[in-house]
């Protein structure tokens, strides 16, 4: 609390400077799962507590266009000084004036989600902060996501350790992350012998697309197996 208090005082500071600050929420309800609030009751909580006496202002994805875009245009024309919101703001909203970026349940949010946060403020010439606000239910790998955050602002980086953390999925499945299914490879360390490996593999087929030369029949066995495994 007294953390929260702190950087609070900051955004009463960054006002009184003529500077903007971004609160994001994961949701717009209230979770029976998170002792935190949805952006609704949030926005209520801190409009008239913590920034009382800001102009604050709320966008979320339920809002019908043109009033999201209302508030989104006051925001960016310097006559809010908060906006508080879900990850509607994550791209598109272009505020040089925005030096403070507070992301609440922030170990609940994806590592590149919360990259492309971090990287909504400092766009002027004023440097950006950004808070990562956690709860005590955070699981081992939100908190996994924030250190790997913190550790580096190169976005190529921050991609590697998003697939590092999330996991391949399945190459030849539907699943998109977790393990994956190639069992003597592995594609973030693997990566540059890939590269070689898909090299040679289109010279090969360039030269005996249907793979019928006598050195090459065991590699059709192969792959004829892998097709009708894969139902093809």
Not at 34 to 39: E, L, Q
Not at 45 to 53: E, I, Q
Not at 111 to 139: F, M, N, W
């Amino acid at each position: 609390k007294r953390g929260e208090a702190r950087v609070y005082g900051e955004v009463h500071e960054e006002a009184r400077l003529g500077r903007q600050t971004f609160i994001v929420c994961p949701r717009v309800d209230s979770s029976e799962k998170s002792a935190a609030k949805g952006v609704l009751k949030r926005f209520e909580a801190l409009a008239s507590g913590p920034l009382d006496g800001l102009r604050c202002g709320l966008v979320h994805g339920r809002m019908d266009a043109e009033a999201k875009n209302a508030v989104l245009e006051e925001f960016r024309a310097g006559r809010l000084d908060v906006l508080v919101g879900t990850t509607v703001v994550e791209v598109g909203v272009d505020a040089p004036g925005a030096t403070i970026m507070i992301v609440e349940e922030a170990s609940g949010f994806g590592l590149t989600q919360l990259h492309q946060l971090r990287g909504r403020v400092g766009r002027g010439k004023d440097p950006g902060r950004c808070y990562l606000i956690e709860t005590a239910k955070s699981t081992p790998e939100g908190r996994a996501r924030l250190e790997a955050l913190c550790r580096t602002h190169d976005g190529f980086r921050i991609a590697e350790e998003d697939f590092a953390l999330r996991g391949p999925g399945e190459v030849f499945g539907e699943q998109q992350a977790g393990p994956g299914d190639l069992r003597a490879v592995d594609l973030l360390r693997d990566a540059e012998r890939l590269v070689i490996a898909r090299r040679d593999a289109e010279a090969l087929i360039a030269d005996d697309p249907e793979l019928r030369a006598p050195g090459h029949a065991a590699l059709a066995r192969a792959v004829a197996a892998a097709t009708r495994s894969m139902g093809y």
